[in-house]
């Protein structure tokens, strides 16, 4: 120890005055001040509508270091340390004492380590600082925290160290090999830039050592699992391992050869070293993959003001739900039963938020909550983690919408399938390659699922290209090739869990109706769904596009047709859903008597939907704790400003429990929209099958229904159908 002690301090003797420490030093205080100076001038940037730590928060801002500014500084430092040597022969002279080699190579690269610490160090502690100076130079918004968890924070900094690690290691060996000042700092840089590059693009491979540093500096709390290291770290410690053992060696031995390839026992050596590496590599590397629960459990807890009564579980597409859980103290847990296909499915918190869960039968799902001001945040663990945090959507074909653009060429149809094939099969051959921090990877019937997406997405192109050619050239039939055809006959007609896509539900509206109609009529789609073989896609799909088909239908007796036509062929509890559904539609059909309602106005003078008799009504159906709902109403505020002198009543309908928050903010709203709170909220819900709001209802001078379920002021047929309504020709100039 004695000997690595004397060259350890003869290195700091030789980098005096060098400002190796300094520049470190320097250069990670200045983005803390630089950041605690931004924050004096725009307050509003400590913002945030969920609650927040403070000194967390501060720390974030590392994001120019670990991307950039750390691993650059550990380039040319390296290479300075080096080339001390390189220039003065130090190299030869220190090798003349008695010291071994392995102290003289690591001494120096523990300056170079050092250096790094400092840097970390700094930054932290002037983050801290800047955190705490904060409050008593402007006002901290009231979700921020301030109070500074210790044990976290330096867990925090020594993840980043060890993440740095690897960089280190590397810069530093080929620094000690290349006794150029500019070459090793040369390849470093061109790494770093191409690193940088190739992050932006999303092709940045896993194991590029270069960025590990940037992905430790985005996850302060680490991993979802409470991991102590996590996939980053752990293959830095790897690579760190290897490039200064090879490192070493090879200056020990002066050359490539003598290192590795002296002789027969040293290249066994060798062969066998790389060998340990490669084991340590692909055991650290290759992604693990979560094995199912054997029950389907969904639980969570909810961090909210609020206190949650109920959640409801949706399918995405059918709308029947899956599941109803009580919560109890912002807490949840239930057993779900029977089968339900992998998909994401709707989870909606007292209609007041929602978010999307992925999982199948036999899944066990962990949902933490996050509610305040309007805005939610969820994580998701268990069964299904990397599912729920792929971001990364089915790849999709880049030149063949280009072959549909409007003034495309529709006269080759052999190129255009040609082109088709070509990119479906370059497509198949992209793998999901996500994984988490804690490197866990979607399971085998996720990415099955992407690969029949992709497959499914190609069989719309083709149909899509044949309409649009057989309405350019009515004469001529267009005949798919065969490689085309055999693909649709891989095409699944009755898999589950691709209905929640709305690619595969548009690929089943072509093929069930031959491909005849961009968009078949409900009754041509039902006519083709009843003739699918009996089973639960069929209950399902039949299910949603009858419901569907009763919403649209635009009189009675057109849904007692529909309903008397395909509702027996509807089987188990959807059965009872749809009749349900008739039943509400019978009663909020276009043309019925619009349910009545009571409310009182910011008077507290009470109102009825009679008081409306004679003027059209337009009502948005609102909550001051609903965040759509504040993005609709001053586009709906503006519409009752644009037609202030037509026959019709702009009417702003508020389910608020408490009154006192209506009140307040109603006081702030247009006089030109008539501000209601609503005297009975669940009555309301089941009259209009009000599923969440906002929720618009049109109702006629003779109090019967427009629309139930209008559409929002944000949408263009807001505008239109209210003017037909009016038989105004053309939009108010106003607007």
Not at 195 to 213: H, K
Not at 464 to 473: D, I, T, V
Not at 531 to 552: C, D, H, M, Y
Request: proline share 5%.
């Amino acid at each position: 120890m004695q000997p690595f002690q004397t060259v350890f301090l003869a290195e700091h003797i030789k980098i005096k005055r060098k400002g190796i420490y300094l520049i470190s030093i320097i250069l990670s205080a200045l983005v803390p001040v630089l950041y605690f100076g931004y924050c004096l001038k725009k307050p509003e940037t400590l913002s945030s509508p969920l609650p927040f730590n403070l000194f967390e928060h501060c720390y974030s801002k590392a994001k120019p270091l670990t991307v950039f500014f750390w691993p650059l500084l550990l380039i040319i430092n390296a290479s300075r340390l080096a080339q001390i040597d390189h220039k003065l022969g130090g190299w030869q002279w220190m090798e003349t004492q008695p010291v071994a080699k392995l102290s003289i190579y690591f001494a120096k690269f523990s300056v170079l380590a050092l250096s790094l610490l400092a840097g970390i160090g700094v930054f932290f502690i002037v983050s801290v600082i800047a955190a705490l100076l904060l409050p008593h130079f402007i006002d901290i918004p009231a979700e921020a925290s301030q109070h500074l968890y210790i044990l976290p924070l330096l867990h925090f900094m020594f993840r980043i160290a060890l993440s740095m690690l690897c960089i280190a290691a590397f810069q530093y060996a080929l620094s000690v090999v290349m006794p150029g000042f500019i070459g090793p700092i040369l390849i470093g840089f061109l790494l770093l830039m191409l690193t940088s590059v190739l992050s932006v693009l999303d092709y940045s491979p896993r194991w590029n050592f270069m960025e590990f540093i940037a992905v430790t500096g985005k996850n302060f709390q680490g991993g979802d699992l409470g991991n102590f290291l996590v996939y980053p770290e752990k293959l830095s410690l790897v690579f760190a391992a290897f490039f200064s053992a090879a490192g070493f060696w090879q200056y020990r031995e002066k050359t490539w050869r003598r290192a590795f390839f002296k002789n027969g026992k040293r290249m066994w050596l060798s062969f066998g070293g790389l060998a340990v590496f490669g084991a340590l590599f692909l055991w650290v590397y290759t992604p693990k993959r979560m094995s199912s629960f054997g029950k389907t459990i969904l639980s969570g807890v909810i961090d909210s003001p609020l206190k949650a009564e109920k959640i409801t579980v949706i399918h995405p597409y059918i709308g029947d739900t899956i599941a109803t859980i009580d919560v109890k103290d912002n807490k949840y847990r239930q057993e779900l039963k029977g089968e339900i296909p992998l998909d994401a499915y709707l989870i909606v918190f007292d209609n007041t938020f929602s978010a999307y869960a992925t999982f199948s039968t036999g899944d066990s799902l962990h949902i933490k909550t996050r509610y305040y001001n309007l805005e939610s945040k969820h994580q998701i663990i268990g069964t299904r983690l990397a599912e729920n945090q792929s971001n990364a959507a089915v790849p999709s074909y880049q030149t063949i919408p280009y072959w549909l653009s409007p003034g495309a060429d529709f006269s080759r149809p052999a190129d255009f399938f040609s082109a088709l094939f070509k990119e479906y099969s370059d497509l198949q051959k992209k793998k999901n390659k996500f994984a988490t921090i804690d490197n866990y990877a979607p399971r085998k019937d996720f990415l099955d699922k992407e690969q029949k997406l992709i497959l499914i997405e190609c069989l719309n192109f083709a149909y899509e290209f044949a309409n649009k050619r057989k309405a350019l050239f009515p004469n001529e039939k267009t005949e798919w090739p065969e490689n085309i055809k055999a693909l649709k006959k891989e095409a699944p007609m009755d898999d589950q869990s691709l209905l929640g896509s709305k690619e595969y539900i548009q690929y089943l509206s072509y093929a069930l109706s031959d491909g005849e109609q961009l968009k078949p009529s409900p009754l041509r789609e039902l006519d083709a769904i009843a003739k699918l073989k009996e089973g639960a896609f069929k209950n399902r799909l039949l299910f949603a596009n009858l419901s569907r088909g009763l919403e649209a239908a635009v009189s009675n007796e057109e849904r007692t047709l529909l309903y008397s036509q395909y509702a027996p062929l509807i089987s188990g509890s959807l059965k009872q859903g749809i009749d349900q559904t008739y039943q509400s539609f019978l009663r909020i059909g276009k043309g019925n008597p619009a349910p009545l309602f009571e409310a009182v106005d910011l008077e507290n003078k009470p109102v009825s939907l009679a008081d409306f008799k004679g003027k059209y009504a337009v009502i948005d159906v609102w909550a001051t704790w609903c965040a759509p709902c504040r993005r609709e109403s001053p586009v709906f505020e503006k519409q009752a400003e644009a037609y202030k002198d037509q026959n019709i009543q702009f009417v702003a309908l508020s389910m608020d429990t408490d009154k006192q928050k209506w009140f307040a903010e109603a006081k702030q709203k247009s006089s030109r929209v008539l501000q209601l709170h609503l005297t009975d909220k669940d009555k309301l819900t089941a009259d209009y099958r009000i599923p969440g709001i906002p929720h618009f209802i049109f109702i006629n001078p003779e109090g019967k229904i427009i629309s139930a379920n209008y559409s929002r002021p944000s949408q263009e047929a807001f505008g239109t159908i209210l003017r037909t309504e009016l038989k105004i020709e053309e939009a108010p100039l106003s607007f």
